[in-house]
């Protein structure tokens, strides 16, 4: 992996939010961990397939997530297609904090990701959460650092991994 610049982002979540904007034929539905946890893993495993994070089998994934204390399926936003497939996932921490963002590929560049996000920001600030954070590798492949920055999120802190 060699040495890698990560970055600490943040946004506050102060006033008024944006309304999440779907994509045609794409709707967010409640997180069922027996229905959903399967297909939002083969997700994450897709999506990081090409850099931008790792994600572990299942059998270490889904029993690390669910056993977490700060786990909490209400913060697990996932849309779905017309065939009712996984095409998008964002998922937080109580602490408001994004673990995993992943859009399907074929959906990408068309509005998910924010979507996701801002109905991940109106779900943490209805807890009170006065700002929500998120790491991201400097030199992330798949335009996160582009979609965030222009969701407003202000680097507070970067730090080298090796």
Same mark, same amino acid.
């Given at each position: 992996?060699?040495?890698?610049?990560? @970055?600490?982002?943040?946004?506050?979540?102060?006033?008024?939010?944006?309304?999440?904007?779907?994509?045609?034929?794409?709707? %967010?539905?409640?997180?069922?961990?027996?229905?959903?946890?399967?297909?939002?893993?083969? @997700?994450?495993?897709?999506? !990081?397939?090409?850099?931008?994070? !790792? =994600?572990?089998?299942?059998?270490?994934?889904?029993?690390?997530?669910?056993?977490?204390?700060?786990?909490? %399926?209400?913060?697990?936003?996932?849309? =779905?297609?017309?065939?009712?497939?996984?095409?998008?996932?964002?998922?937080?921490?109580?602490?408001?904090?994004?673990?995993?963002?992943?859009?399907?590929?074929?959906?990408?560049?068309?509005?998910?990701?924010?979507?996701?996000?801002?109905?991940?920001?109106?779900?943490?600030?209805?807890?009170?959460?006065?700002? =929500?954070?998120?790491?991201?590798?400097?030199?992330?492949?798949?335009?996160? @650092?582009? @979609? !965030?920055?222009?969701?407003?999120?202000?680097?507070?802190?970067? !730090?080298?991994?090796?």
């Amino acid at each position: 992996m060699g040495d890698r610049l990560v @970055l600490r982002l943040r946004r506050a979540l102060t006033g008024p939010l944006p309304e999440p904007v779907w994509p045609a034929g794409i709707r %967010p539905v409640p997180f069922e961990p027996d229905r959903h946890a399967r297909q939002v893993h083969a @997700l994450l495993v897709e999506a !990081y397939s090409r850099g931008g994070g !790792y =994600v572990e089998p299942f059998t270490i994934w889904w029993p690390s997530l669910r056993d977490d204390s700060e786990f909490d %399926p209400a913060l697990v936003v996932v849309a =779905v297609n017309a065939q009712d497939e996984i095409v998008g996932v964002a998922q937080c921490w109580t602490s408001a904090f994004v673990k995993d963002l992943a859009v399907a590929p074929a959906m990408r560049r068309q509005g998910l990701g924010s979507a996701l996000l801002r109905q991940a920001f109106r779900a943490l600030q209805g807890r009170g959460a006065a700002f =929500v954070d998120l790491k991201v590798d400097a030199d992330n492949p798949s335009g996160a @650092l582009r @979609l !965030y920055r222009s969701l407003g999120f202000d680097e507070v802190e970067s !730090y080298r991994l090796s």
